[in-house]
């Protein structure tokens, strides 16, 4: 399946609906491109602590601008998950969420879920690759499993496989990863893409 999430848009497209059955669900993941993951939105100029100068028996006050990192920087976007109703994903459903952290130059991964009320729980370590490792054969294993998730990063090309790094998250036995229907590629909260992002996924039980 490819998935294109086009500048300036938050979903993917094409659209499609899939069933997922039982309890357990793999996906591998591989950006077109390496630098699809990486993005970063324009900084926030924001009026610094005033400095006061003298200049020919007058005192000045300035207010230099100092630019921050663009808040909606640190959002997850939705890479792949299960929601247990077609139309409500933030509701009983669990996803991988990813972001390009512009400070350390670096992915971060992590699994997010939704309670039945809507609530969201983001309470775990992500799982960091540093963007020196994502080259053009970098591929992402996600494996939903009864109330576990595993992410197996990779760099995997016609000469082997070079292994990155791991993790494995227990999630709670109310974090819904039974049958459902799929979540596919979503970018963004509140900041839409900046650029097209190609995600190709290939899906097994």
């Known amino acids: 399946m490819k998935r294109t999430v086009k500048k300036g848009r938050h979903w993917s497209w094409p659209f499609s609906i899939k069933r997922l059955l039982g309890n357990s669900h793999t996906f591998t993941v591989r950006a077109e ?29 300035r207010h230099p601008l100092e630019f921050k990192h663009n808040p909606n920087q640190w959002d997850w ?12 994903p933030r509701k009983n459903s669990v996803m991988i969420g990813w972001r390009y952290n512009p400070v350390n130059d670096c992915v971060e991964f992590v699994p997010y879920w939704h309670d039945e009320n809507g609530g969201a729980h983001f309470e775990y370590e992500p799982l960091i690759i540093p963007c020196s490792r994502v080259n053009r054969s970098f591929e992402l294993n996600i494996q939903f499993r009864n109330s576990s998730v595993t992410l197996i990063a990779v760099n995997r090309d016609t000469y082997g496989v070079d292994f990155i790094e791991s993790r494995f998250w227990d999630l709670p ?33």
């Open 33 to 61: 491109k390496p630098d699809m993951w990486k993005y970063e939105f324009p900084p926030i100029a924001k009026l610094g602590k005033a400095v006061t100068t003298t200049e020919d028996g007058l005192q000045i006050i």
């Open 77 to 88: 976007n939705k890479l792949v998950g299960i929601k247990k109703n077609l139309l409500q």
């Open 173 to 205: 036995q109310n974090a819904y990863m039974k049958s459902g229907w799929l979540i596919t590629h979503w970018f963004g909260g509140q900041m839409k893409a900046i650029k097209d992002i190609v995600m190709n996924f290939k899906y097994s039980t």
